[in-house]
């Protein structure tokens, strides 16, 4: 859904219905000195905005509701699919050094690693691939398995959660990002099937400036 950019008009509309609400369409379409048939789709789309409600025999009044709060609403009902990116996963038994190769290459600060049946098994950031390659131990031979994040102490979340939700964990957690996650039967019971990350975040972000959210 689009954030609505309002009118002009329908900024006065809003304002009438503020100082003598409730009011009819009628009566709102006499102070402004035009048909009712000209305003319904201004009305129609106030109210399916959330500025005002109607009520049959009653007419319309303020929400009390400013484009802030509209806008609030409307970041409360995007999910984490909308802007989930594709995971970067690696096996158990990948060596810290191929690991750094591919989050090099992959351009990404967070690999998911899995097991043999492709469940999540752990989490690997950047921190600790640099913690992992100053030990003085060869990272050719040092698994990730060795220094990831295991169960169940890795935060993760499910497609249709609040984007704003996974927001706060990136923050609280301080961390780059988190995988998305859906159950499965076998090996961890997590099949991974995207991330989210602090780029997704900044996407969105970019998207709200632009009045494009969908």
Same mark, same amino acid.
């Given at each position: 859904?689009?954030?609505?950019?309002?009118?002009?008009?329908?900024?006065?509309?809003?304002?009438? +219905? !503020?100082?003598?609400?409730? /009011?009819?369409?009628?009566?709102?379409?006499?102070?402004?000195?035009?048909?009712?048939?000209?305003?319904?789709?201004?009305?129609?789309?106030?109210?399916?905005?959330?500025?005002?409600?109607?009520?049959?025999?009653?007419?319309?009044?303020?929400?009390?509701?400013?484009?802030?709060?509209?806008?609030?609403?409307? /970041?409360? !009902?995007?999910?984490?699919?909308?802007?989930?990116?594709?995971?970067?996963?690696?096996?158990?038994?990948?060596?810290?050094?191929?690991?750094?190769?591919? &989050?090099?290459?992959?351009?990404?600060?967070?690999?998911?690693?899995?097991?043999?049946?492709? #469940?999540?098994?752990? +989490?690997?950031?950047?921190?600790?691939?640099?913690?992992?390659?100053?030990?003085?131990?060869?990272?050719?031979? +040092?698994?990730?398995?060795?220094? &990831? #994040?295991?169960?169940?102490? /890795?935060?993760?979340?499910?497609?249709?959660?609040?984007?704003?939700?996974?927001?706060?964990?990136?923050?609280?957690?301080?961390?780059?990002?988190?995988?998305?996650? !859906?159950? +499965?039967?076998?090996?961890?019971?997590?099949?991974?099937?995207?991330?989210?990350?602090?780029?997704? &975040?900044?996407?969105?972000?970019?998207?709200?400036?632009?009045?494009?959210?969908?």
């Amino acid at each position: 859904m689009s954030l609505i950019e309002l009118s002009k008009r329908q900024h006065l509309i809003i304002d009438i +219905v !503020k100082e003598n609400g409730p /009011i009819t369409g009628e009566h709102i379409a006499e102070h402004l000195s035009l048909t009712r048939a000209t305003l319904r789709p201004d009305l129609a789309i106030l109210t399916m905005a959330g500025f005002l409600d109607a009520r049959p025999r009653v007419g319309y009044f303020y929400t009390g509701k400013s484009d802030a709060t509209v806008l609030s609403d409307e /970041i409360q !009902k995007i999910k984490v699919h909308h802007y989930q990116s594709r995971p970067i996963l690696v096996e158990q038994s990948t060596s810290v050094y191929e690991a750094i190769c591919t &989050m090099f290459l992959e351009d990404c600060g967070t690999l998911f690693i899995v097991d043999k049946q492709s #469940t999540l098994v752990g +989490v690997v950031s950047r921190k600790d691939l640099l913690r992992a390659s100053m030990g003085g131990q060869s990272i050719d031979t +040092v698994p990730v398995s060795i220094i &990831m #994040t295991r169960m169940p102490n /890795i935060t993760m979340c499910e497609k249709d959660d609040s984007i704003i939700e996974v927001a706060q964990k990136l923050i609280s957690r301080q961390i780059d990002g988190l995988p998305i996650v !859906k159950k +499965v039967e076998n090996g961890s019971g997590y099949e991974v099937i995207g991330r989210i990350t602090k780029t997704n &975040m900044t996407s969105l972000l970019v998207d709200l400036s632009s009045n494009d959210i969908n």
